[in-house]
Antibody, heavy 119, light 109 residues
Framework: QLQLQESGPGLVKPSETLSLACTVSGGSISSSPYYWGWIRQPPGTGLEWIGHIYFTGTTHYNPSLESRVTISVDTSKNQFSLKLTSVTAADTAVYYC???????????WGQGTLVTVSS | EIVLTQSPGTLSLSPGERATLFCRASQSVSSSYLAWYQQKPGQAPRLLIYGASSRATGIPDRFSGSGSGTDFTLTISRLEPEDFAVYYCQHYGGSPPLTFGGGSKVEIK
């Protein structure tokens, strides 16, 4: 059974860079025909897609975040990562990593990690 | 930009009743790229339906999806206690490539 686990700081200061990693177990990133993505959910609100990556390094980003986002993959560690620069309080959210499935649905999800932006 | 509008915002029903949730797209979309999720408090979303009408593995058959063009529906034929949750629709295509609806909450009446 494929499992995803987010890791990274739970508190980031305004204007700094948010960095998270997603470790995949139970399967190999490089052998999957699907993309791997990041989604976030501000407290009490809905879901926002951040972007996704293929094991080759091909990425697609949400245009609303594209200027601040970088998603990368490390197949040797079976991980993919998220960097979001110049964060503000509006970036406070639960961040999920996930793997796509048929029709670009999202079948496998990490448990999510809360990142708070505050000084 | 494709906007997904879900209705109703909140649905108050009793166990055993039928729930019908709607997802309307701002323009015609491919049903192949329309999915539905269930989210309970403190949990990640769970994929229920992909391709507008295909159930994901392990999803009970009381959950069904239908629709095409701009109008899609998620139906829960008989609500079980564990079905009270928030439901999201999601589409892939356009810009941004992936969007979610605002969610519909099914609460116990």
């Amino acid at each position: 059974q494929l499992q995803l686990q987010e890791s990274g700081p739970g508190l980031v200061k305004p204007s700094e860079t948010l960095s998270l990693a997603c470790t995949v177990s139970g399967g190999s990133i490089s052998s999957s025909p699907y993309y791997w993505g990041w989604i976030r959910q501000p407290p009490g609100t809905g879901l926002e897609w951040i972007g996704h990556i293929y094991f080759t390094g091909t990425t697609h980003y949400n245009p609303s975040l594209e200027s601040r986002v970088t998603i990368s993959v490390d197949t040797s560690k079976n991980q993919f990562s998220l960097k979001l620069t110049s964060v503000t309080a509006a970036d406070t959210a639960v961040y999920y990593c996930a793997r796509h499935y048929s029709g670009w649905s999202l079948l496998y999800w990490g448990q999510g990690t809360l990142v708070t932006v505050s000084s | 930009e494709i906007v997904l509008t879900q209705s109703p915002g909140t649905l108050s029903l009793s166990p055993g009743e039928r729930a019908t949730l709607f997802c309307r797209a701002s323009q015609s979309v491919s049903s192949s790229y329309l999915a539905w999720y269930q989210q309970k408090p403190g949990q990640a979303p769970r994929l229920l339906i992909y391709g507008a009408s295909s159930r994901a593995t392990g999803i009970p058959d009381r959950f069904s999806g239908s629709g095409s063009g701009t109008d899609f529906t998620l139906t829960i034929s008989r609500l079980e206690p564990e079905d009270f949750a928030v439901y999201y629709c999601q589409h892939y295509g356009g810009s941004p490539p992936l969007t979610f609806g605002g969610g519909s909450k099914v609460e116990i009446k």
